[in-house]
């Protein structure tokens, strides 16, 4: 529930009211020397006010944008509150993107400051100085603070030079958000302070998440959800963050950190029902049985059945030996599971969702703040994105085709909806309507019982040879569930049916090679690897129409990652580069 009667109108009246509230209460754990050591709100505080005075004699004031080019971590947050407090705005970029963003984004965003974390970045940012206009610093987070370029140097140089915090109003900038850019630049996402906490009211009315509560830290704050969710949010309410050390360390920091909520892309919690599967394959036996028996059981007892007494025993013999054993390794206290960002598949919702950890599904977008929607505690709808949030309203432009009765474009309203695109007033008219809303660009409806469901992006939708409409996200999304699927990209527009590319898990597919004494040198021309991934293909179509399963397929060994420019830094496919680059096996599967 809200913490206080007086709600804060800015980011930094947030801070201030948590680091006296919270004092000695832990914010941030960073692994050192081989150990999490946490820090609390008010050695927290005292940061950003040493960071606040040495920005100030650098020359930073109201209105200045500070840059950052670095993982989540304690100086992250200290550089993005100290900016807050002089009236700066703050622009977060990823480190895996290019060379040629950041100059983008730098120059474009007018950025006096940049902080780096990686000295190698670091010293590109240093070499853009001369050719761009505005970039006067680059600040090397990791460097010895006896150097004047360094952020210790900044922290000290603070301690000597204290100046009071600047309170911004509610609709004042907050900071940039760029757009991850599937065709061309991204586009820079203004956001006020009032947006950003019309989130953290929302969140504080729906979720019981408070003081005591812990996450681990893994989603980019470059990106809105994660930014949000485990920085501001966190801040608003009191909880706590242990920062994951890497994507590959994140089973072991689980365990270290114990987080009571996760909050991750449905690609963690793909993995996360890949790996357990995977497992209680390997197990197999009495114990593999029981734990899918005490599955089928609580989804039964989920839906309303009336359970005997022989099936409440195993039900609760599965919960003591198997579903406990598995929730230990997410640290053994995780009650809450956010997902974000992308569409869950609802057979994975539900699978973790039985195993008692309770999943809550959202929906929102950068321009939004980002929550739109989202399940919540005594209204959970799993295959939905929930209820609208408070003081948000949607309405569903039908007029958008789609095809399908009481779908079309969700209109977004409320205060949570963002000023513009940053130096882009045509591509801000396209987004917003006369009256205040916002374009999400997205497919929905909403249910008799005001659930929100989305069923794909409009740009992405097309239309086969027989006028039938296609959205392939959803159907690629349930495809990657597949232990053999890392990828898939399904294309049909004007065609008589879908094809599709699918990028393959290599060792999942090598290690079956393996078992099955496959030894061909190409495996993915081999007969029996290719009648293993149509069995795959006919397994995870789920509910999906006939005329939307692709019927023909090639294999693709090639991975697609941000950094050759198959992914965006938020993990969505470039569909124009995918097109681009495999044009010709396309075409092939056509002819074929």
Known sequence: MEQSTKK????????????????????????????????????????????????????????????IIARNSVEW????????????????????????????????????????????????????????????????????????????????????????????????????????????????VMLSHGNILSNCYASAQMFSFAPGDVTLSFLPWAHIFGQVGELHMLIYLGFATGFAEGVHTITDNLSEIKPTVLMAVPRIFNRIYDGVNAKMKDKGGPIAALFYKGLELQQSKKEGSKLSLKEKILLGIAQKVVFAKVRQAFGGKLRYAISGA???????????????????????????????????????KIGSVGQLIPEVKVVIDTSVASGKTNEGEIIAYGPNIMQGYHNLPDETKKVMTDDGGFRTGDLGRLDKNGYLHITGRIKEQYKLENGKYVVPSPLEESLKLSPYIENAFIFGENRKHNVCLIGVNYEAVKNYAARKDIHDEDLLSNHEIRSLFAKELKKYKGPFKEYEVP???????????????????????????????????????YDS
């Open 8 to 67: 804060p109108s800015n980011l930094v009246e947030s801070l201030e009211r948590s680091r006296k509230k919270f004092a000695d209460n832990p914010i941030f754990a960073t692994k050192m020397n081989g150990q999490y050591r946490w820090i609390d709100y008010k050695e927290f505080g005292s940061r950003v006010d040493h960071m606040r005075g040495g920005l100030a004699q650098l020359g930073i004031k109201k209105g200045d944008k500070v840059a």
């Open 77 to 188: 947050a200290v550089a993005a509150y100290a900016s807050y407090s002089l009236g700066a705005v703050f622009v977060p970029m990823y480190e895996n993107q290019t060379a040629a963003d950041w100059k983008y984004i730098i120059r474009d965003s007018h950025a006096k400051v940049v902080f780096s974390w990686e000295a190698s970045i670091h010293r590109q940012i240093v070499g853009m100085i001369d050719e761009i206009a505005d970039l006067q610093w680059a600040i090397n987070i990791n460097g010895d603070k006896k150097e004047s370029d360094t952020y210790d140097s900044l922290i000290e140089i603070g301690k000597t030079h204290p100046i009071e915090p600047y309170f911004p109003h509610s609709e004042d900038l907050m900071g940039l958000i760029y757009t991850s850019g599937t065709t061309g630049n991204p586009k820079g």
């Open 342 to 380: 992308a569409a869950l598949d609802p057979k994975v919702a539900h699978f973790v969702d039985n195993l008692g950890i309770v999943v809550f599904e959202g929906y929102g977008l950068s321009e939004t703040s980002p929550m739109i929607s989202a399940n919540r505690l005594g209204a959970v």
């Open 551 to 589: 019927k023909n397929f090639t294999l693709i060994s090639e991975e697609w990652t941000p950094d050759n420019g198959f992914l965006t830094p938020s993990l969505k496919v470039k569909r124009r580069v995918v097109l681009e680059r495999y044009e010709s096996q396309i075409t092939g599967l």
